[in-house]
């Protein structure tokens, strides 16, 4: 009921490519949907977030597509650069607290 | 203005000694977090805090204990460290009545083994 499933595990791309990372979600009470960009040996960074209302929100490159019926959004990045090589981590939250569901994360590598 | 900094870096600990690790925020925020990391499990929540002096159970909360006795600091500790203990440990806070987009703010890590 708490898990929120992501996929792939790992993609590779070329420059310019449109990686897309998909996150699935089971507890409908869910009311935060945040993705958060984390560099090696870095901490964890928010990259862009989206509530159930909306069904896309799009920032810069980077876009959030959510489907509320299938419980399930994902995340696209248009025009992918090399340093956009990272970790990507979806996550689901519930309420005030704010205590994150994190998915198992995608390790982006992106060709110049 | 630092954000999240955490205390120490890097630790190695040998089975069953006890350790703690800090974790301060100069951002006035109400909400603290203690996450481990792991290979392919993402980020799990071993306790958080709504404020000081309260703090509460996340996911994986087994085997470590927090104290939240000021507001700008949140302490982990291992009481008997196990080789199942070993994680990259991150600390985050995030600002009470914050915008429902509001983001949580990660410290840089402390890299731990335990032996």
């Known amino acids: 009921q708490q898990q929120v499933k992501q996929s792939p595990q790992s993609l590779i791309v070329q420059k310019g490519g449109i990686p897309i990372i998909n996150c699935a979600y089971e507890n409908t009470a869910f009311d935060y949907f945040p993705w958060y960009q984390q560099f090696p040996g870095k901490g964890p960074a928010l990259l862009i977030a989206?509530?159930?209302?909306?069904s896309e929100k799009k920032e810069g490159r980077f876009t959030i597509s959510f489907n509320k019926s299938a419980k399930q959004f994902s995340l696209h990045i248009m025009d992918s650069q090399p340093g956009d090589s990272a970790t990507y981590f979806c996550a689901a939250s519930r309420g005030a607290t704010y205590k994150y569901i994190f998915g198992t994360g995608t390790r982006l590598k992106v060709l110049a | 203005n630092a954000g999240v900094t955490q205390t120490p870096k890097f630790r190695v600990l040998k089975t069953g000694q006890s350790m703690t690790l800090l974790c301060a925020q100069d951002m006035n925020h109400e909400y603290m977090y203690w996450y481990r990391q792991d290979p392919g499990m993402g980020l799990r929540l071993i306790h958080y805090s709504v404020g000081e002096g309260t703090t509460a159970k996340g996911e994986v909360p087994d085997g470590y204990n927090v104290s939240r006795l000021k507001k700008q600091n949140f302490l982990l500790g291992l009481e008997s460290a196990a080789p199942s203990q070993t994680s990259v440990y991150f600390c985050a806070s995030f600002p009470l009545g914050g915008t429902p987009l509001a983001e949580q703010f990660f410290g840089p890590g402390t890299r731990l083994t335990v032996l």
């Open positions: 989206i509530r159930p209302d909306v």
